[in-house]
């Protein structure tokens, strides 16, 4: 009847023993009255105990409950911990791989001293004075990011030197993108794919759990490495994901085609889609931003001007008293003997350092005169401060300490700043600590509760680093700055970053190239090995400058490595490419190895011929000729491909000099040569067949002549087959 035995027993023992009682009183007479006492004292004992025993009952339930209950309220607390510190870790490991770089001067964990430096208050990162005339290019951008018809990944470049606020726009991009539902975006660390041990790790997961990522890689012409990682990672990607990458760059050509020329695969598919676009002038007008152009009207100049004269004043009253202002600077352009000498106002980065200036109580005008203005201030706030704090260190000491530092690329290292103080000067261990702080006061950054030393900064914007490098290279101790910029204990990073500095200097101004010639000559092996590298990245004159130096050193070991390694169309190489080649050649010409000097010929004719020597380019592949058909006739099948390639670099050759039958000749012989050999493979052989065809048919054309159609009809049937068509003559390199 009941399922509870305790309720049970509260209700129906009371029963029973009433029953009993009833009993026992009609017995009574009978029996006496012991018999209804003993009931009576019964009764109690037997009602308490069951409910006693269901109190007791209940508490234990409830305990049990409560107990329940706690362990699962710590169990889900315990969860939620474990939740919330895996997501702070997710979120400390995204801060590495995408780098929020907005630093707010007013956040900064730095002494006010920094705050002093113009170089300072021109930096990116601190975006003292907000964006002009991005407006256009920003909603631009924005619409490319979240168009959801583009490939998983895609691509944008910007190329523009440096000072035009490349850097500054993405800044904004990054924060816009930040602040956007399910959207992660930063700046690819350049040092993060080298030194973070989890780096792998941390992109797979990014990559793996964020639906639209925005990376943004600086300086890309030196990043060919980070982002093939990045785009090799992204190949596994889901179609619903999208993933936005921005490459900026002072300048594209050599490095952007030999760069894609590596990639393979879906990630070159998606970086042919990516068409260069030059960072136009700043403009609210949208139809401005398809120009090719990024001369800045005089209107948007002033503008600009005024509006950085209000940020910098109101943001730093304390640095810009007031005092009476000279006149404004002119912005208009002002041309004479053909050279625009305000060219440099169309770089944003020279109109605020104008507006610096006026506000100082200055009116300057010229590009050398402004960067002058702020290297000079800078060095003067580190002359008061060795007085302020009678430091026993000179300021050119300091100078040079921080050109080094600038050449480097920062430094991570207490003990290295003091190491590039004491390279200029003998010092104890006490006065260089001091020294040491001065510059970390001034260009450094520290952090933490108890404000450490974390990294010490090259001068920036790259641009007044550059100049203030450019400014010790010809003075006292220049050539040791060198020495120690690109010594052997170097790492490759710190190596490259010197010379992409000196590149610059040297492109901006010729007069620094007899120091880019000393710094090669200072280890010429190792060096070139990365500066072929760099020159492709900078553009001239770096390239000139380490041909000229290895043709003095006559090094035929380091030329025979270059000539392997220099990509076979360049346009900034071609001076060197035509050095290494024919060093390397004299190399194996006393040699007996016939098969190699017939290679090297070939590729220094097609150097030759670029540099427009086409005399010289038909002298070293006719010997190259006359070497391979020796060769062939003692083993066809091995060695005519290579004859055919040498004659219709000869075709191209003798077109160029205007011999156009022998053209004709040698291209009709280079047809017959490799006609076999692509009918039998025609996979294999296509492309090449399909440049001989085109020097053919051209050389054909220039004489007024029908190609021989019993020579082609087999040929053309085969690449109707393969459904192949023609593509562009080339001379090419074997």
Not at 123 to 134: E, M, Q, S
Not at 685 to 710: G, H, W
Request: glycine share 4%; with cysteine.
């Amino acid at each position: 009847m009941f399922k509870k035995p305790i309720v049970t027993r509260i209700i129906v023992y009371p029963l029973l023993l009433i029953a009993g009682v009833f009993i026992a009183v009609s017995l009574q007479d009978r029996f006496g009255s012991e018999l209804l006492c003993l009931a009576i004292s019964v009764v109690p004992s037997l009602v308490v105990a069951p409910i006693m025993e269901l109190l007791l009952h209940r508490y234990r339930k409830s305990e049990r409950q409560e107990q329940i209950r706690r362990e699962n309220r710590y169990r889900r607390e315990d969860e939620e911990r474990r939740e919330q510190e895996a997501l702070e870790r997710y979120e400390a490991r995204c801060a590495k791989l995408l780098l929020d770089p907005f630093k707010p001067i007013s956040k900064m964990a730095r002494q006010s001293l920094s705050q002093e430096a113009l170089s300072t208050l021109l930096t990116a990162r601190h975006a003292v004075v907000d964006l002009f005339g991005r407006d256009a290019l920003m909603n631009d951008l924005k619409k490319w990011a979240n168009n959801k018809k583009l490939d998983p990944v895609s691509t944008r470049l910007y190329y523009a030197e440096g000072g035009n606020g490349k850097t500054r726009l993405l800044m904004d991009l990054v924060r816009h993108c930040k602040g956007e539902p399910d959207w992660r975006a930063g700046f690819l660390p350049e040092k993060f794919r080298k030194e973070e041990p989890d780096a792998n790790d941390i992109l797979k997961e990014v990559l793996a759990r964020e639906k639209q990522v925005l990376f943004v890689l600086d300086y890309a012409e030196s990043r060919g490495e980070d982002i093939k990682w990045l785009l090799l990672n992204m190949e596994q990607i889901q179609e619903t994901r999208s993933f936005r990458i921005v490459l900026l760059t002072r300048r594209v050509d050599d490095w952007w085609e030999h760069f894609v020329t590596t990639v393979d695969g879906t990630s070159k598919n998606w970086l042919t889609k990516c068409d260069p676009k030059l960072l136009p002038a700043p403009s609210e007008n949208e139809a401005d931003i398809t120009k090719l152009t990024q001369a800045m009207p005089e209107k948007q100049r002033i503008a600009a001007f005024e509006q950085a004269i209000q940020h910098f004043s109101s943001k730093f009253p304390d640095l810009f008293p007031e005092i009476e202002k000279p006149r404004r600077p002119s912005l208009a352009d002002e041309v004479i003997d053909g050279k625009n000498k305000k060219k440099h106002f169309n770089r944003i980065l020279f109109i605020h350092i104008a507006a610096l200036t006026w506000l100082k109580g200055d009116t300057i005008e010229g590009e050398d005169e402004l960067l002058d203005f702020v290297v000079e201030r800078d060095a003067a706030i580190m002359q008061r401060e060795i007085e302020e704090r009678k430091l026993a260190v000179g300021l050119d000491v300091l100078k040079r300490a921080m050109a080094l530092v600038t050449l480097l690329g920062g430094m991570e290292k207490q003990e290295e700043i003091g190491r590039a103080i004491t390279v200029f000067g003998t010092f104890d261990e006490n006065t260089t600590r001091n020294a040491v702080d001065l510059l970390v006061d001034l260009y450094g950054e520290r952090g933490g509760e108890r404000n450490l030393f974390q990294h010490l900064h090259p001068i920036e914007p790259d641009v007044i680093g550059e100049h203030w490098v450019e400014g010790l290279l010809m003075g006292e101790d220049g050539q040791l700055l060198l020495e120690e910029a690109l010594d052997e204990r170097r790492s490759d990073s710190q190596t490259r970053q010197a010379l992409t500095v000196l590149g610059r200097i040297c492109k901006r101004n010729g007069d620094k190239q007899v120091c880019l010639k000393y710094a090669f000559g200072l280890d010429l092996p190792r060096l070139s090995d990365l500066g072929w590298e760099v020159a492709l990245e900078v553009g001239d004159p770096m390239g000139k400058v380490l041909a000229e130096v290895l043709r003095n050193a006559d090094d035929l070991d380091t030329a025979a490595n270059l000539a392997e390694r220099i990509p076979k169309q360049t346009v900034c190489l071609r001076e060197l490419a035509a050095v290494a080649t024919e060093l390397a050649y004299r190399k194996v010409e006393d040699g007996d190895n016939r098969t190699e000097k017939a290679r090297l010929l070939n590729n220094q004719s097609v150097r030759l011929s670029a540099l427009g020597r086409h005399e010289e380019a038909l002298a070293a592949i006719e010997e190259a000729v006359k070497i391979r058909r020796e060769l062939a006739d003692k083993r066809p099948d091995a060695f005519r491909p290579d004859l055919a390639s040498s004659l219709n670099n000869m075709s191209a050759f003798l077109s160029a000099l205007g011999r156009h039958e022998e053209a004709l000749a040698a291209s009709e012989e280079t047809v017959s040569l490799l006609k076999p050999y692509f009918l039998r493979l025609p996979l294999a052989f296509a492309q090449n067949m399909q440049i001989v065809l085109r020097v053919y048919i051209e050389a054909c054309q220039k004489l007024s002549r029908e190609p021989d159609t019993k020579l082609l009809e087999p040929i053309a049937a085969v690449f109707e087959k393969l459904n192949g068509q023609p593509s562009g003559p080339e001379e090419t390199q074997a």
